[in-house]
C-alpha cells in the first residue's frame, strides 16, 4: 500500500510537493478505507482526486510518480547509455538545471513500512537510500552518496559486490533486483506492479499492443456492457507475415534495425446486431471506449494484486457515472479487498459530492509563478457535509484560472 509520495524538480515542479494517502483523523466515513498498521494514523485511503486548472500541472504530479517507475525498472539497461533516462527537469529558472530532480515513497511490503528515493541529475543517480520500519522502528538498509555506499546490517546479500555492479547512470536497487537478491527484489517487485494509464489519447495499435499478452477480463465486459458501449463480446484475430515479409524482416533484423514480431495480435470488440454480433476493429471504436478499455484492464488487475494505479484524466470521455463507478471500486472493502489504491487526476465537479469521497481523498494542484503546488482539501477548513462542488465552483479553494475566477465572480453589467 502506497502512503505518500514526493517530488522535486520534475516537470513544472519545482519545489518540494507531497501526496499523502494517509487517512486525516475526520468524522466522515470510515467505510471505504483501508485497515494499515503501518500507517500513521492506523488506515490508508484507497483513492485520492486532484483537480486544477488546464496547465495547472496535475498530470505532471502523476508524470513523476511513472518517471520514478521507469527509472526503477529501466536504469539498469544493458547497454550502458548516456545520462538519467526520465529526467526532466524544471526549466523556468537556471538554478533548476543544476540541481538534481528527487523522488521519494512510502509503501507497506509485508506488513512493514518501507521509505526508499533517489535524486538525480542530467548525468547520474547522485543520491540513493532505502529504509524500513519494522516494529515502527527506523532502520536503514542502504545509503548511497555519490560512488559510496552504506549497508545496514539488516541487508543480507552480495552488496559491495553490486555496488561495484552499478553505474554512476543505474540506481542500486534496479542492478541489485537485476542480481536476484531477494531482499530488494521484492522492494523492486512493488513498483513493477503498479499500474497506469497515463495518455490522453489511446489509438486502436496502442490499445491492441497494451493488451497483445491478456486475454480479456469478463469484470472488463461486463462493466463496458453497464456503461452502455454496446461492446458485448471480443476476439483476437492473430495474423502471420507473409513469406516475403518475414523475408524482409530478417534482411533488416540482421542490419540492426529493429522489428515487429513475425506474429501480430489484435483486439475486435463484438456489438449486437439485428442477427448476430459484429465485430470491429478497436480503431472504429470511440476514443472514449478505447481508453476504457485500457482503464479496466489495468485497474481489475490493480484490485486483484493489491497495487496501486496511477490515471491521467480519469474522466476522460468518461459519463460522471462510469467515473463514480470506477471510484466505487476501490472505495468498497466488498470489490477491494486486496487493498488496492487510485490516483488519479480529474476535471469532472460532480465528483466532489460523491458519496464514496471523504474530504482527505480530494487534492488540489495550481500554479505559482509558474511552479506546481500540490495541496489537500483538508488544509482548507470546511465541515462534513458541505456542498464541495459548489464550494470549488465559487473559487473558495483555489486551483481554478485567477482571471477566470474574477470573470466569474464580476457583476453582470447593463446592457
Not at 538525480?120 to 532505502?130: H, M, P
Not at 527484489?185 to 499478452?213: C, E, H, P, Q, W
Request: proline share 4%; glycine share 6%.
Amino acid at each position: 500500500m502506497l502512503l505518500r509520495f514526493v517530488v522535486a524538480n520534475h516537470l513544472s515542479i519545482r519545489d518540494r510537493q507531497e501526496l499523502s494517502l494517509v487517512a486525516s483523523a475526520l468524522s466522515d466515513t470510515e467505510d471505504g478505507l483501508i485497515h494499515c498498521a503501518a500507517s500513521p494514523s492506523g488506515f490508508v485511503l484507497p483513492a485520492i482526486v486532484i483537480y486544477g486548472a488546464n496547465a495547472s500541472g496535475k498530470s505532471n504530479i502523476v508524470d513523476a510518480m511513472g518517471a520514478m517507475r521507469l527509472m526503477v525498472l529501466e536504469s539498469q539497461a544493458d547497454k550502458p547509455a548516456a545520462g538519467v533516462a526520465q529526467r526532466q527537469h524544471f526549466r523556468l529558472d537556471s538554478a533548476s538545471a543544476a540541481s538534481p530532480s528527487h523522488f521519494e515513497m512510502d509503501f507497506v511490503l509485508r506488513g512493514i513500512r518501507h521509505h526508499y528515493g533517489f535524486e538525480a541529475t542530467d548525468k547520474e543517480f547522485v543520491s540513493e537510500w532505502l529504509l524500513d520500519y519494522p516494529s515502527g522502528r527506523r532502520r536503514m538498509l542502504f545509503e548511497r552518496d555519490g560512488g559510496e555506499f552504506r549497508f545496514g546490517r539488516a541487508l543480507k546479500g552480495r552488496n559491495r559486490i553490486l555496488a561495484d555492479l552499478t553505474r554512476e547512470n543505474s540506481l542500486f536497487l534496479s542492478a541489485a533486483a537485476q542480481h536476484g537478491h531477494e531482499k530488494l527484489t521484492s522492494v523492486f517487485s512493488y513498483f513493477l506492479k503498479m499500474n497506469g494509464v497515463l495518455g490522453r489519447t489511446i489509438s486502436g495499435s496502442l490499445a491492441s499492443a497494451a493488451l497483445a499478452d491478456d486475454e480479456l477480463d469478463q469484470r472488463v465486459l461486463d462493466f463496458l456492457g453497464e456503461a452502455d458501449t454496446g461492446v458485448v463480446d471480443y476476439r483476437r484475430v492473430v495474423e502471420e507475415l507473409t513469406e516475403s515479409d518475414r523475408e524482409l524482416m530478417h534482411k533488416l533484423s540482421a542490419l540492426g534495425v529493429r522489428t515487429p514480431p513475425e506474429r501480430q495480435s489484435r483486439i475486435q470488440l463484438a456489438h449486437r446486431g439485428s442477427e448476430k454480433d459484429v465485430y470491429f476493429e478497436l480503431e472504429r471504436e470511440s476514443a472514449g471506449t478505447r481508453r476504457l478499455l485500457l482503464i479496466l484492464t489495468r485497474l481489475f488487475k490493480s484490485l486483484d494484486s493489491g497495487s496501486p494505479l496511477v490515471v491521467d484524466e480519469l474522466d476522460l470521455s468518461l459519463h460522471t457515472a462510469g467515473s463514480r463507478a470506477l471510484l466505487s471500486l476501490f472505495c468498497s472493502p466488498s470489490t477491494n479487498p486486496s487493498g488496492a489504491q487510485l490516483i488519479a487526476t480529474v476535471h469532472d465537479t460532480n465528483l466532489l459530492d460523491a458519496p464514496m469521497l471523504r474530504r482527505d481523498q480530494v487534492w488540489f494542484a495550481e500554479k505559482e509563478d509558474g511552479a506546481t503546488r500540490t495541496y489537500p482539501l483538508t488544509d482548507i477548513r470546511t465541515r462534513k457535509g458541505d456542498n464541495l462542488e459548489r464550494g470549488y465552483l465559487q473559487h473558495r479553494y483555489g486551483a481554478t484560472p485567477r482571471r477566470l475566477r474574477t470573470t466569474s465572480s464580476a457583476s453582470p453589467q447593463p446592457a
